[in-house]
Every structure is written in structure tokens, then in C-alpha cells.
T-cell receptor, first 117, second 114 residues
């Protein structure tokens, strides 16, 4: 089956530092990837849609200068949390939509837990 | 715009008992419907989906769901739960067309009691 990986699985950093999270589709190409964040005991909220070779589309209320998204290849998208602060602590999940196949299909990564001290 | 409502935030149920997790949605256009399961500290796994055709959809781990257009519902059921079914369950919709943005419900924590 289709596999999406995320690295790192968890990260602890100091306030003010930047953190990069990678999302990879391991056995398929993904023109589109999505980034979500999930606060404790809450649902997933879409942050942005990442399209290979173009700028990401951010959801309302998401700071594009704080959450930098790069989708440089068909198998890799990165989310960089710049100048992280404790309120950015959350569970970040990516999903990838295969370039070929059904449009409604998305495969989710295992998530990255970010803790900013 | 579309929205998903999961009225029950927590559902405790004894092992081997049946369970139903409720999901209602709202959308001005046709949608695809999904149920995902999330185990602690993990990503989401697709349980089942409704795209078209038969309104009763069977998924993995013995789960099934029924699409009811008139009631705009997509309730998830399992006739006999197991301890391993303890997890968070999310209902989700995607509007037909558009750019496939997924809208999730707030989730239902299923707690299976031995």
C-alpha cells in the first residue's frame, strides 16, 4: 500500500529556533500534499495545500511567513516552523495525494509532535 | 462551505457490544464521505469511504457505515467491538470538484471497556 513518512517523529526545541519537518511519499508520486495541525483532543485543521513546483495555498489565519512550505519534488514536501514559540507546540500531520489515481485519495503520514520550550 | 458534526466526543462501550458513532455533514454540493481512525500518537488510517453506489459501505476491521442523503448522515457501526478498537475516530468530507480540501469532524473517542 501507499506509504507516507514524516521526519522527525518528534522534536523538542527552544523558543526562537526554526524547525523543519519532512513529508515523503515513499512509493508514489504526489503532485499535491497537505499539511495539518492537531491540538490535543481536537480535530485536524488544514494549514496549507502544497503543490509541486508552485507556491503553497494557505488557509485563512495561517501565517505563511511563519510556516514555510516547500514542495520541490514529487515525493517531498517540507514544513518549516520559523522562530517557533510555545504556542506552536502541536501535532503536525501531512497527507499526500497520488498524482495518478482517484482524486479523493489521500494518504496520511504518522505525524510529527513538536514541543517548543 | 462544508461542515462535519460528530455529536459524541466520547463513547464508552463494553467489549463485544455493538457501537455506532454518529456523523452528520452539511454541504451545498455533493460530497465524498470518509471515516478515519487515529491511534495514540499516530497519523490517520482510512477505515472506509463512500463515493457513490450502494449506501452501505464496508471497511476494514469489521466496520461499516451507511450514507443517508436525506438525513445528511454517515454513521459508523460495528456489531462487536474489541479492545483494540479503542481509538479516536474522525468523520470527514471532500466536496466533489474543487481542490480536494478535506474537512474533518471534531472526532469521537471510542473507549472499549473490558
Amino acid at each position: 500500500g501507499a506509504v507516507v513518512s514524516q521526519h522527525p517523529s518528534r522534536v523538542i526545541c527552544k523558543s526562537g529556533t526554526s524547525v523543519k519537518i519532512e513529508c515523503r511519499s515513499l512509493d508514489f508520486q504526489a503532485t499535491t500534499m497537505f499539511w495539518y495541525r492537531q491540538f490535543p483532543k481536537q480535530s485536524l485543521m488544514l494549514m496549507a495545500t502544497s503543490n509541486e513546483g508552485s507556491k503553497a495555498t494557505y488557509e485563512q489565519g495561517v501565517e505563511k511567513d511563519k510556516f514555510l512550505i516547500n514542495h520541490a519534488s514529487l515525493t517531498l514536501s517540507t514544513l518549516t516552523v520559523t522562530s517557533a514559540h510555545p504556542e506552536d507546540s502541536s501535532f503536525y500531520i501531512c497527507s499526500a495525494r497520488p498524482s495518478s489515481g482517484a482524486q479523493e485519495t489521500q494518504y496520511f503520514g504518522p505525524g510529527t509532535r513538536l514541543l517548543v520550550l | 462551505a462544508q461542515s462535519v458534526t460528530q455529536l459524541d466526543s466520547q463513547v464508552p462501550v463494553f467489549e463485544e457490544a455493538p457501537v455506532e458513532l454518529r456523523c452528520n455533514y452539511s454541504s451545498s454540493v455533493s460530497v465524498y464521505l470518509f471515516w478515519y481512525v487515529q491511534y495514540p500518537n499516530q497519523g490517520l488510517q482510512l477505515l472506509l469511504k463512500y463515493l457513490s453506489g450502494s449506501t452501505l459501505v464496508k471497511g476494514i476491521n469489521g466496520f461499516e457505515a451507511e450514507f443517508n442523503k436525506s438525513q445528511t448522515s454517515f454513521h459508523l457501526r460495528k456489531p462487536s467491538v474489541h479492545i483494540s478498537d479503542t481509538a479516536e475516530y474522525f468523520c470527514a468530507v471532500i466536496q466533489l470538484g474543487g481542490y480536494q480540501k478535506v474537512t474533518f469532524g471534531t472526532g469521537t473517542k471510542l473507549q472499549v471497556i473490558p
